[in-house]
């Protein structure tokens, strides 16, 4: 497939795999599954700031869906809200210019693929660290809403990255919560917009990619879906949250001038996790028909 | 008629490149708003 603004052919195949398997690790991990994409698409041909651009409107896509499907939005008071979106939209907007003017230097690849080797260990780090029992969430000061709200502005404007914005007054998410981070994903709206409009007008967002993409993420995310009545949350969060320091391993090898290793473990990662899916899935539907046997004696002894 | 349109909109685009960034931003608007309204559908569906 030609991408006539990054004027390169990326194959659609691994496009559509890339979209999956990040599909997969949104609904079974929460927002740190959009972290794959943007390496992903590094490792296999997209430029650096095409990469970033086309992932900031599928976040602007699945952020809008995201309030469709929950219209009630996050409950927090409307100054707070304010102040922070506005913080938010400060950070995307000065991160977009951030990442051209290191385009111009080409500094941009190099500086993206140290952001991200930095925050994939570290997402999966959160993640097993919210499973344990004294895990929890981190603690949140009113003083520090600000800062992290622009932090997740620069993080999504300049690197494509959706982070969780933590907003003072709004309601503690359980630790084991489903995708406790998801209802965050709305308050990055307006950054998302700003990142899709800049980036497009930039010639950085290439449809054809998105369109491709996005089906990956809805086949993925049906397929996380059916697997997340089956599986329990901790053990989701270990076992696929691996992935993650697979993808920060494969973007090592991408900056040592190793293109196809990277691209091969990207493939094997996301071949495993797709493995990992079917495996589980059996098994949840073999066990099924036990279950009820066991279910239908225990009734009947009692 | 198709391929007129298509190089009529090229040209468009090619003058002002901010109109691309208005077409990427409908587009991945009106597909969120598509995709969280079928699946709200599907949810009541589900649910009733």
């Known amino acids: 497939m030609y991408l006539p603004f990054a004027e390169t052919f990326v194959n659609p195949y691994a496009v559509v795999l890339i979209g999956l398997g990040a599909g997969l690790l949104v609904r079974l991990l929460g927002s740190p599954g959009y972290l794959v994409l943007v390496p992903a698409l590094n490792i296999f041909g997209v430029p650096s700031v095409t990469a970033v651009g086309t992932t900031g409107a599928l976040l602007l896509s699945a952020s809008v869906a995201e309030t469709f499907k929950d219209p009630s939005g996050p409950r927090v008071r409307r100054s707070v809200l304010i102040i922070t979106v506005a913080a938010a939209l400060a950070g995307g907007v000065a991160g977009q210019r951030l990442l051209l003017a290191l385009r111009e230097l080409d500094l941009a690849a190099p500086a993206l693929r140290l952001a991200y080797f930095a925050a994939l260990p570290a997402a999966f780090a959160l993640l097993v660290r919210r499973g344990k029992p004294d895990g929890g969430t981190p603690p949140r000061h009113p003083a520090l809403g600000i800062p992290a709200a622009l932090a997740a502005g620069l993080a999504l404007g300049g690197a494509g990255m959706a982070l969780p914005v933590p907003v003072a007054g709004a309601p503690e998410p359980e630790a084991h919560a489903e995708g406790a981070q998801a209802p965050t994903l709305p308050l990055l709206i307006p950054v998302a917009l700003w990142a899709t409009y800049a980036y497009g007008a930039a010639g950085a967002v290439e449809l054809g990619l998105w369109g491709l993409l996005a089906v990956g993420l809805v086949i993925g995310t049906h397929l996380g879906g059916l697997l997340q009545r089956h599986c329990a949350a901790a053990e989701r969060r270990g076992a696929f949250g691996a992935a993650l320091p697979a993808f920060a391993v494969a973007l090592l090898l991408r900056q040592l001038h190793l293109p196809p290793a990277a691209g091969y473990l990207v493939l094997l990662t996301i071949l495993l996790l797709m493995v990992g899916t079917g495996w589980l899935l059996a098994a949840a539907l073999l066990a099924a028909p036990a279950e009820a046997r066991k279910m239908k004696e225990h009734k009947r002894i009692v | ?48």
């Open chain 2, 1 to 48: 008629m198709m391929e007129e349109l298509l190089a009529a909109g090229s040209t468009l685009l090619a003058h002002d490149p901010r109109l691309y960034g208005l077409l990427a931003v409908a587009v991945a608007v009106g597909a969120g708003a598509l995709a969280g309204t079928v699946a709200a559908v599907l949810g009541h569906l589900r649910e009733g």
